[in-house]
């Protein structure tokens, strides 16, 4: 058990680092992406602005003056011109980067090749080149101050504009890692708690049932003693007292194998025989007390031999708990049929009875350990939900399936399927 557990938070930490590295690398993708996007959405704003300040309009005349410091044309002084013509290409800058979708805080500056700058608004040195974007500008402007002049636009902080633009796929993936991790933690704590209150039933089971078998063992041997004393008028009530005794025995030793083969602590060795005569002589002892209890039963076992991959035993046992569940569930007057076949390299063995029948929604839950039909008739009849548990766990490590079909009032129709394996004597 305990290595269990630690497989599975061994698991679910190496999955959640896993889909957390995957998110990593999927957010680094989406990163590069937003960063060739902007790349080229801003090579295309600066090819617009390079063609703007081509052309002689308002905006290059009033930079033009000043950067040649001339106030011939205005009534303002010359760093009233500068303050202007900074302004002016601010906003005009912030139009033609908005119309390419880029809406971040940037800094520009205007200066020739030997870094005489002439309108810079707050720039700075930055070390990081993908941070700057220069543009060598052609046209009316460089010609009007007859130098070779560079337009640098300097963007000041771009990973968190990326980031800002990937938050609609990171936050819902970290809101989504999270909620795995509280749900799995949450499924993972009911588990051990449900596996830990399973296994301290079982072992209160075990050893109530042990203790059980001292007791049992000693009624047996009291009324076998009494039953060659007593009278023939008391021997009735002995034989009562040592029925009801080997019942008692019989509920006991189905606990405990039941428990054995859940916990793996009885391990079912199957080896390859023939099933058939088993099962005919269930059939056989089964009918003798059917006539007794008056009860009409049939069997047909068609073919000849059932071989089978199985441990006798066991598997007669869960045979004959469905003949029992039949007989017990079938009401005033019991009809139950027994068949047997073999079909495509696959055993049947059909339990079918006129009984009380079971609920739609019941049938979904009669093979759970102690399960029992909480309506209906059914409480008249004692048990402890134990034998089709049983049957399931048989017919399970048997390799094979059981199913059940069934209608309230029309009776019940058990069928278990077994593979069948070659005679090695044809």
Not at 16 to 32: C, D, H, P, R
Not at 248 to 262: A, F, N, P, T
Request: glycine share 6%; proline share 2%.
């Amino acid at each position: 058990m305990l290595n269990f557990k630690k497989g599975y938070v061994v698991v679910f930490i190496i999955s959640v680092i896993g889909l957390a590295f995957i998110q990593y690398q999927y957010l680094k993708i989406g990163l590069n992406l937003a960063k060739v996007q902007f790349n080229n959405k801003t090579g295309q704003a600066l090819q617009t602005i390079k063609t703007d300040l081509g052309t002689k309009n308002e905006l290059t005349f009033l930079m033009v003056q000043a950067i040649n410091e001339d106030d011939s044309h205005f009534t303002l002084s010359v760093d009233s011109i500068q303050d202007a013509s900074r302004y002016f290409l601010n906003d005009f800058l912030i139009d033609r980067l908005l119309q390419r979708g880029i809406k971040t805080e940037f800094v520009y500056r205007l200066h020739t090749n030997d870094s005489t700058i002439f309108l810079s608004p707050g720039y700075k040195t930055l070390e990081e080149e993908e941070l700057k974007f220069p543009v060598l500008l052609s046209g009316y402007l460089p010609e009007a101050v007859n130098k070779r002049l560079v337009l640098e636009i300097q963007f000041e902080d771009l990973n968190n504009y990326f980031l800002s633009q990937l938050n609609g796929l990171t936050i819902p993936s970290l809101i989504f890692i999270a909620a795995i991790i509280v749900v799995v933690i949450w499924v993972l704590r009911s588990m051990y708690w449900q596996k830990n209150v399973i296994a301290t039933t079982n072992d209160f089971i075990n050893n109530l049932t042990h203790e059980l078998k001292t007791p049992v063992f000693s009624i047996g041997l009291a009324t076998k003693l009494l039953e060659e004393k007593v009278d023939e008028e008391s021997k009735s009530l002995v034989g009562i007292v040592r029925e009801q005794n080997e019942r008692l025995k019989v509920h006991i030793d189905k606990v405990l194998e039941l428990s054995g083969i859940e916990n793996k602590k009885s391990v079912l060795r199957l080896k390859k025989q023939d099933f058939y005569p088993s099962l005919k002589k269930l059939a056989e002892s089964f009918s003798e007390l059917s006539v007794m209890e008056d009860v009409d039963f049939n069997y047909e076992l068609k073919g000849e031999t059932y071989w089978l991959n199985c441990e006798q035993n066991h598997l007669a046992n869960a045979v004959g708990n469905l003949l029992d569940n039949a007989k017990k569930y079938s009401g005033s007057h019991p009809v139950i049929q027994l068949n047997a076949y073999v079909e495509e390299k696959i055993l049947y063995i059909v339990v079918e009875d006129n009984g009380i029948g079971i609920e739609k929604s019941e049938l979904k839950n009669i093979f759970k350990k102690f399960h029992r039909i909480p309506s209906g008739d059914l409480h008249n009849v004692r048990g402890y939900g134990l034998g089709l548990s049983y049957v399931k766990q048989v017919i399970k490590l048997h390799k094979g399936s059981v199913s059940v079909e069934s209608d309230r009032g029309k009776g019940t129709k058990v069928t278990i399927k077994l593979p069948v394996v070659e005679d090695d004597k044809k």
